[in-house]
């Protein structure tokens, strides 16, 4: 065995490929960012071991339920790394984690986030940290606490992965789903702002099959390639929880479900909000593609049915409301600055729409909802 010396000094966790100062360097760069959420409800700062939220407001509940929420962005974290901009990918990550717990009727309250990176870059770090406090702002939750773990010869210098988890509450009886959905109901549609964060792993394969770079100008755009499929995620929470305030009161329900549409595309999301034995009907025609599906469309020749079960085509939350207030809440969210639409009704289940092939779709993602036609052809 042979002695350390200056050439031969020892194995240490730094030669091993992890850099503690650099994880201490990022953990100052973000720590203005995710105080930037706190409110008088979080308890200490950053760098604890355990972020800390105060539950007194849960003793106003009659019956609190807490709901929770886990989530990343999968594939698109792959443009951001390519395109060396990674202040917009956290907020992909809050739209993801939060608006499926403000579906349920919940009020998302604190949020933490895990990183995990093949080199701690700290301005690379503290870029994705800063975007997730901007989605945590938006959705008016608060970022809690977070994790960055160096993953040294399990990731490459310049890859990370994202993932966050969130916590909500809703009074048990204002709890929203398909036990409150009824024939009748209307069906109104938010606007995406774009691609969001699910189906990247098609929209990579048309692009790389095409051979487009994401330097590459696109007119229908009027930007980059690469900037175009960077446009965060919207998130809705605000919006949602502004509806239930509005028209659920008094011990009325007239906000009866959302539907978040996320992987699977809107019929499948749709139908997991639905009972049983009812049927959502979608008129394509009551929207228009936004460009970015088209191109993407056309340039891989994906077919419908496929584009349909993996993007979100321009719809990025649903709303099944009570059609006494149909006009109302439409009016309500465009007046916030929502872009919103009625697209649909809820009804029974007709023979024709069971013959209807591959636009008719029953039960989703494990769940043993209702079912949704998606009807006619969208509109020029």
């Known amino acids: 065995m042979t002695s350390a010396t200056p050439e ?19 953990v100052e760069l973000m720590k203005g960012a995710i105080k930037a959420t706190h409110n008088s409800n979080v308890l200490g700062g950053v760098g604890g071991f355990a972020g800390l ?3 007194s407001k849960f003793l106003s509940y009659k019956k609190p339920l807490l709901a929770t929420s886990t989530d990343g962005v999968g594939t698109k974290v792959a443009i951001a790394q390519a395109m060396d901009i990674h202040d917009t990918i956290g907020q992909d990550l809050v739209g993801m984690v939060v608006d499926d717990i403000v579906v349920v009727g919940a009020e998302p309250l604190f949020m933490t986030d895990y990183i995990a990176c093949g080199k701690v870059v700290p301005e690379r770090i503290a870029d994705i ?10 959705a008016g ?36 789903g398909p036990e409150r959905v009824k024939n009748g109901d209307v069906i109104i549609g938010m606007a995406a702002s774009g691609i969001h964060s699910n189906g990247y792993s ?15 100008h696109v007119p229908e755009f009027g930007r980059t390639l690469g900037e ?12 949602c929880l502004d509806l239930i305030r509005a028209f659920n009161v008094d011990g009325a329900i007239n ?13 499948a999301n749709l139908a997991r909000v639905l009972p049983q034995g009812l049927m959502a009907t979608v008129e394509r025609n009551s929207w228009a593609l936004p460009s970015v599906f088209k191109v993407i469309s056309e340039l891989g020749s994906v077919p419908q049915p496929d584009l349909e079960r993996t993007l979100n085509l321009g719809v990025g939350m649903v709303a099944i409301v009570d059609a006494s207030v149909a006009d109302a809440a439409l009016s309500r969210l465009n007046a916030r600055g929502m872009t919103s639409w009625v697209m649909g009704t809820v009804g029974s ?3 024709e729409a069971k013959g209807a092939g591959l636009d008719y779709v029953q039960g989703a993602k494990g769940v043993d909802g209702g079912a949704v036609l998606m009807r006619g052809a969208f509109a020029v």
Request: proline share 2%; net charge negative.
């Open 141 to 176: 939750t608060a970022l809690v606490g977070g994790e960055t773990a160096e993953h040294p010869g399990l990731l490459g210098e310049h890859e990370y992965d994202v993932a966050g988890a969130a916590t909500g509450i809703v009074e048990a009886d204002g709890l929203l």
């Open 228 to 239: 175009e499929l960077l446009v965060p995620t919207r998130i809705y929470t605000a919006d």
């Open 8 to 26: 031969n000094s020892g194995i240490t966790y730094a030669s091993a490929g992890v850099d503690v100062e650099a994880g201490d360097r990022a």
């Open 349 to 351: 289940i007709t023979d």
């Open 53 to 55: 939220y105060d539950a």
């Open 129 to 138: 940290v800063r975007g997730i406090a901007e989605g945590c702002k938006i």
């Open 255 to 267: 906000i009866h479900g959302f539907s978040h549409v996320t992987g699977g595309g809107l019929a």
């Open 202 to 216: 098609l929209v990579r394969s048309v692009v790389a099959h095409a051979g487009w770079a994401l330097d590459r």
